[in-house]
């Protein structure tokens, strides 16, 4: 798999955070926003700008001031408002194994925030796990990236974290908001949301009417209230697209070197996890669900590139450690000693499968595939 060097995305906390929520240990960029103060609100100033920006380039895409090109093959993008996990990753797996039921080359393209020269990133790794029949390319020119995916045969690009790179003409814009933090920080409405670097949106709401579709994400997480408010909202400034909701269905938990234990087994256990997410809250409520007791939570940057240290402490007095898979792939060789065990989840669509599928359906084919289709047909015509 081809992999080209990015820059990181910027750091979201403090590297060695560690500690039980709330006690001993420097707060994620979040929490910091959250909780307010003086110094955060001078941030309000270059969060009117951030926001006047992005409003002023989506206007010239808008009116084809700015150009998109578009390429060989049909592209679906992947992508949300905010920074921070809505669940990319897991869509795209499920997109992946959609697309190669319907006969398509998927060739799956990200940026590749955090890699190493010539790697691929967590996310690219687990990918490929994953979804092992697919194409990957990571290149922060998504253009020239999908252009390397067709040569390599690409029927189908999914482009991860799209949704604001729109230099690249889509198909299909898929935009994923996290039930428990639809606008970025929690609590807020739609209305009153900031743009970074106050808050987390990258862009405003009023970019949801060129979605083709909108997956409400973690919906089991949120409150029954709170998701009939979010469904309004979203209604609202995306009126015309399709609304799925979707689960983060845990589905096995097991060892680095692929011993499965039962997922009954975290029923009543007290665990220590580490994970470097976007949502590291996410994950922790996932393992609650499960019946686990959390001792220390550790969250570290996403995409952050673990050393040693980072687990110094864990799995005190013999306590199972859990981690990600996207973080799994990072501490293979370093977990020696741990009782490490690493929770799988896939995403499941609850609502709204239908209406996604048939836009799959609805994808055009692409120029090779067309190409053969008039070959076979001029052979057996």
Same mark, same amino acid.
């Given at each position: 798999?081809?992999?080209?060097?990015?820059?990181?995305?910027?750091?979201?906390?403090?590297s060695?955070?560690?500690?039980?929520?709330?006690?001993?240990?420097?707060?994620? !960029?979040?929490?910091?926003?959250?909780?307010?103060?003086?110094?955060?609100?001078?941030?309000?100033?270059?969060?009117?700008?951030?926001?006047?920006?992005?409003?002023?380039?989506?206007a010239?895409?808008?009116?084809?001031?700015?150009?998109?090109?578009?390429?060989?093959?049909?592209?679906?993008?992947?992508?949300?408002?905010?920074?921070?996990?809505?669940? %990319? =990753?897991?869509?795209?797996?499920?997109?992946?194994?959609?697309?190669?039921?319907?006969?398509?080359?998927?060739?799956?393209?990200?940026?590749g925030?955090?890699?190493?020269?010539?790697?691929?990133?967590?996310?690219?790794?687990?990918?490929?796990?994953?979804?092992?029949?697919?194409?990957?390319v990571?290149?922060r020119?998504? +253009?020239?990236?999908?252009?390397?995916?067709?040569?390599?045969?690409?029927?189908? !690009?999914?482009?991860?974290?799209?949704?604001?790179?729109?230099?690249?003409?889509?198909?299909?814009?898929?935009?994923?908001?996290?039930?428990?933090?639809?606008?970025?920080?929690?609590?807020?409405?739609?209305?009153?949301?900031?743009?970074?670097?106050?808050?987390?949106?990258?862009?405003?709401?009023?970019?949801?009417?060129? *979605?083709?579709? +909108?997956?409400? =994400?973690?919906?089991?997480?949120?409150?029954?209230?709170?998701?009939?408010?979010?469904r309004?909202?979203?209604?609202?400034?995306?009126p015309?697209?399709?609304?799925?909701?979707?689960?983060?269905?845990?589905t096995?938990?097991? =060892?680095?070197?692929?011993?499965?234990?039962?997922?009954?087994?975290?029923?009543?256990?007290?665990?220590?996890?580490?994970? *470097?997410?976007?949502?590291?809250?996410?994950?922790?409520?996932t393992?609650?669900s499960?019946?686990?007791?959390?001792?220390?939570?550790?969250?570290?940057?996403d995409?952050?590139?673990?050393?040693?240290?980072?687990?110094a402490?864990?799995?005190a007095?013999?306590? =199972?450690?859990?981690?990600?898979?996207k973080?799994?792939? %990072?501490?293979?060789?370093?977990?020696?000693?741990?009782?490490?065990? +690493?929770?799988?989840?896939?995403?499941?669509?609850?609502?709204?499968?239908?209406?996604?599928?048939?836009?799959?359906?609805?994808?055009?084919?692409?120029?090779?595939?067309?190409?053969?289709a008039?070959?076979?047909?001029?052979l057996?015509?």
């Open positions: 798999m081809a992999a080209h060097v990015s820059d990181p995305r910027p750091v979201l906390a403090d060695r955070s560690r500690g039980n929520a709330g006690a001993g240990r420097a707060p994620r !960029i979040e929490e910091r926003l959250e909780r307010g103060g003086w110094a955060v609100e001078l941030l309000r100033a270059p969060a009117w700008l951030f926001g006047c920006a992005a409003a002023l380039r989506g010239l895409y808008d009116r084809g001031l700015l150009s998109a090109a578009r390429v060989a093959a049909p592209v679906v993008s992947i992508g949300n408002l905010t920074a921070g996990g809505s669940g %990319k =990753t897991p869509m795209a797996v499920w997109l992946a194994r959609q697309l190669e039921a319907r006969g398509r080359r998927v060739g799956l393209l990200s940026r925030y955090g890699a190493a020269p010539g790697e691929l990133n967590d996310e690219g790794r687990l990918l490929a796990e994953l979804a092992p029949q697919a194409l990957a990571q290149d020119d998504r +253009v020239r990236g999908a252009l390397a995916l067709i040569a390599r045969g690409a029927d189908v !690009i999914v482009l991860d974290d799209g949704f604001q790179h729109r230099r690249l003409a889509r198909d299909l814009d898929l935009v994923l908001v996290d039930a428990t933090r639809p606008w970025g920080l929690a609590g807020r409405r739609a209305h009153d949301a900031p743009f970074l670097p106050r808050g987390l949106l990258r862009e405003g709401p009023d970019a949801l009417r060129r *979605a083709s579709a +909108v997956v409400i =994400t973690r919906v089991d997480q949120a409150a029954s209230a709170a998701l009939v408010e979010l309004a909202e979203l209604e609202r400034y995306a015309h697209a399709p609304l799925a909701c979707a689960v983060h269905r845990p096995r938990l097991r =060892t680095l070197a692929g011993e499965l234990r039962d997922l009954a087994t975290l029923r009543g256990a007290l665990v220590d996890c580490v994970s *470097a997410l976007g949502s590291p809250q996410a994950f922790e409520r393992l609650e499960l019946g686990a007791r959390l001792g220390e939570r550790r969250r570290l940057p995409h952050h590139r673990y050393v040693a240290a980072d687990l402490g864990l799995g007095a013999g306590r =199972t450690v859990v981690t990600s898979a973080d799994a792939t %990072k501490l293979r060789e370093l977990a020696l000693g741990l009782d490490l065990v +690493v929770l799988d989840v896939e995403l499941e669509l609850v609502e709204g499968a239908a209406p996604l599928e048939a836009l799959l359906d609805a994808l055009p084919a692409s120029q090779a595939e067309r190409e053969r008039a070959l076979h047909e001029g057996h015509g």
